[in-house]
């Protein structure tokens, strides 16, 4: 799997021994004289395909992980490097084309813009990830078939759907322009336990049969059975150390 | 395609907030081009009233009365000229020509004129455009009358049809000269001018209803018959006005100067070129008034519509940060803010329009028929164009506000989507 984008990313090739995620000595703090440092992270990696469960309470600093991973905070200090490519290097316009197309991302609600269709939500992100697909319909339609989905809500309005459907749908849409790396963050809390159970599988199985690296945020730690790795944030922020309390 | 698409539904989901916003902008721009159109029309149609005569002469009285009263028909003479007078600078040889206007009388309120023939071949309007009969011809008998084009088609009067004056102005007159009937003998073409509201007999006929006439009031049981009328000696004894066409424009001056230091009676000539500007001068004040007040009117609700939009971004601020998941750049959120704020206003300025020609239509002959003024259509021109970029520049600007705060907005909080 080659990024297609952007071009000078291709340098760094992308093989089974480039870690997905790489983190060294990062520092963040929120720009401003008096903002607290959030984030020093010495070091952190993770591999290609892996599942990944990070577990930290709000105000640990997940949220500004994420924002790092994803490339919409820069880092203070230090380097973030995804897929093998520096994101500091990168332009702001630069980074928001590269998540848009290696990063898909499931939040715990709201995944979808409420007042289009379902074909448009996934639509968008596809516009956004510039991937050109002939085989865009039998994509979706897979996708559709691994998650359940029917065919018919595809015309429906994103917010005529039960929250399931929806969580589903994100599924669907962060997983539309073939990302390597699928981040999801809390994207169960809002399910009962029986659809909680049922999207868990439907994900892992995706990310499996796809080989995606799914990077599974929560502080549910019930969930945690089913991933490879835990990894509790406070474990690799130095400043976060201590202030766990799940 | 997909950023319309995406604005468009964006826009149906907030229908009501958008459709208030909307209705608040069209009317803003409605009055903001009414204004402009119809003080430009009013100006055009008071220029083209009067085309080629050099003075406008009557009683002293103030300039612009007289304009208004001899040309325009509007507000009343205070005074009449004396026929000897009018004979006698009608004949200095530096005079070209002159038309005798009498006025007073009226026809189911529209104004009777008494003329010459003169009327017929010296009026001019427009750029310089003659009257002409589109049926009929001038009058040459006593009880001859010759209507304007609104008249004709409003009162659905064809040629020898009988039309009974009546004394004095005002729409329900009860002193009717019925006992000398006028008959049509000629329709004039549309001028886009207060011709056209008017009803044309000559001085003789209008001094023949006058005969049995005193003070207004008709002495009842004289009735002339029209073999007694024909030995009897018609000439007016004054008229109203006259309007004086100059062998040469070098003379007005002098002309001017002559009449108004006339020793036998106080009169006034002006010009009405001078007089219209002095009008305009008046009417700038007003004018400009009228401008500050719609253009503060267009400034509150383009103001009112970036509001809508910046306390929309409260509810939009998980819609942003999923744009921004996505692959969004903020700029992209700033465009949508920005592109929403210039479709609502684009669609704003085409209900505008749409509704001023509409109105426009119905208030023309209104305005016609209670002020003499002529509206044309509403029509593009580059002073709309003008107007339309003032008001899209407008919206650009005060679209920032909440455009800008929706791009801080995208960066700020990235993904963060819980509260």
Do not use: C
């Amino acid at each position: 799997m080659q990024p297609s984008f952007p071009e000078n990313a291709k340098s760094a090739v992308l093989d089974e021994a480039t870690a997905a995620i790489m983190l060294e000595n990062l520092y963040f703090a929120y720009p401003g004289k008096r903002q607290e440092p959030v984030l020093d992270i010495p070091e952190w990696h993770i591999a290609q395909g892996d599942h990944v469960f990070l577990r930290g309470p709000s105000g640990s600093g997940k949220s500004t992980l994420l924002n790092l991973l994803a490339g919409i905070l820069v880092a203070t200090r230090g380097t973030v490097e995804v897929l093998g490519q520096e994101l500091g290097a990168l332009s702001a316009r630069e980074r928001d084309r590269f998540r848009a197309a290696h990063i898909g991302i499931v939040f715990q609600q709201f995944n979808l813009i409420p007042y289009l269709s379902v074909l448009d939500n996934i639509q968008l992100a596809a516009y956004f990830g510039r991937k050109k697909q002939i085989d865009f319909d039998s994509t979706i339609k897979q996708l559709f078939a691994a998650l359940a989905l029917d065919d018919s809500l595809i015309t429906k309005k994103a917010n005529h759907l039960s929250v399931g459907q929806q969580q589903r749908v994100a599924i669907v849409r962060a997983l539309v322009n073939a990302p390597e790396i699928l981040i999801v963050d809390e994207p169960t809390s809002a399910l009962d336990s029986d659809l909680r159970d049922a999207f868990m599988d439907v994900l892992l199985a995706i990310s499996q049969s796809r080989g995606s690296t799914l990077i599974f945020v929560s502080h549910d730690t019930a969930l945690s059975h089913y991933f490879h790795h835990v990894v509790n944030l406070s474990e690799i922020n130095r400043l976060g150390a201590g202030n766990d309390v799940s | 395609m997909m950023f319309l698409n995406v604005i468009w539904h964006s826009l149906l989901n907030r229908k009501g907030t958008v459709l208030l916003a909307l209705i608040s902008v069209a009317i803003s721009i409605f009055v903001l081009l009414g204004v402009e159109h119809i003080r430009h029309q009013a100006k055009e149609s008071f220029n083209k009233t009067v085309s080629g005569v050099d003075l406008v002469v009557g009683a002293r009285t103030g300039q612009l009365n007289l304009l208004l009263y001899a040309v325009f028909r509007m507000g009343n003479a205070t005074n009449n000229i004396a026929w000897e007078s009018y004979r006698e600078l009608a004949a200095d040889p530096k005079v070209a020509w002159t038309i005798p206007i009498s006025l007073g009388d009226s026809h189911r309120g529209f104004r009777v004129v008494g003329t010459t023939q003169d009327y017929f071949t010296h009026f001019r309007f427009g750029q310089n455009t003659p009257l002409s009969f589109s049926q009929g011809q001038p009058f040459s008998q006593l009880f001859d009358v010759v209507i304007g084009a609104d008249l004709a088609k409003k009162l659905g009067y064809r040629l020898n049809d009988e039309i009974i004056l009546a004394h004095g102005l005002g729409q329900a007159s009860f002193s009717l000269h019925d006992d000398h009937p006028f008959k049509v003998v000629g329709i004039l073409r549309p001028t886009g001018t207060p011709v056209d509201q008017a009803l044309y007999v000559s001085l003789q006929g209008m001094e023949a209803i006058h005969l049995n006439w005193r003070n207004g009031v008709k002495i009842p049981a004289r009735k002339t018959s029209l073999d007694a009328l024909a030995e009897r000696d018609l000439t007016p004894k004054s008229i109203t006005a006259f309007l004086v066409g100059l062998k040469s424009k070098m003379t007005t001056f002098h002309v001017q100067r002559q009449i108004n230091t006339y020793s036998k009676e106080p009169l006034l000539a002006i010009l009405p070129g001078i007089a219209l500007t002095e009008l305009w001068q008046m009417m700038g004040v007003m004018e400009n008034t009228l401008r500050l007040i719609s253009l503060l009117v267009l400034f509150s609700s383009l103001l009112g519509l970036s509001v809508m939009l910046l306390s929309s971004l409260r509810e939009r601020r998980r819609e942003i940060a999923l744009f921004r998941a996505i692959g969004a750049s903020p700029f992209f959120v700033f465009m949508i803010i920005q592109t929403e704020a210039l479709l609502i206003t684009l669609t704003g300025v085409l209900v505008a329009m749409l509704a001023l020609t509409m109105s426009i239509q119905f208030a023309q002959s209104f305005l016609v028929e209670n002020y003499g003024v002529f509206i044309d259509s509403f029509a593009f021109n580059s002073e709309t164009l003008g107007i339309l970029s003032l008001i899209l520049a407008g919206t650009l600007l005060l679209g920032l506000i909440p455009a800008l705060s929706a791009y801080r907005m995208s960066l700020h909080y990235g993904l963060a989507t819980r509260s």
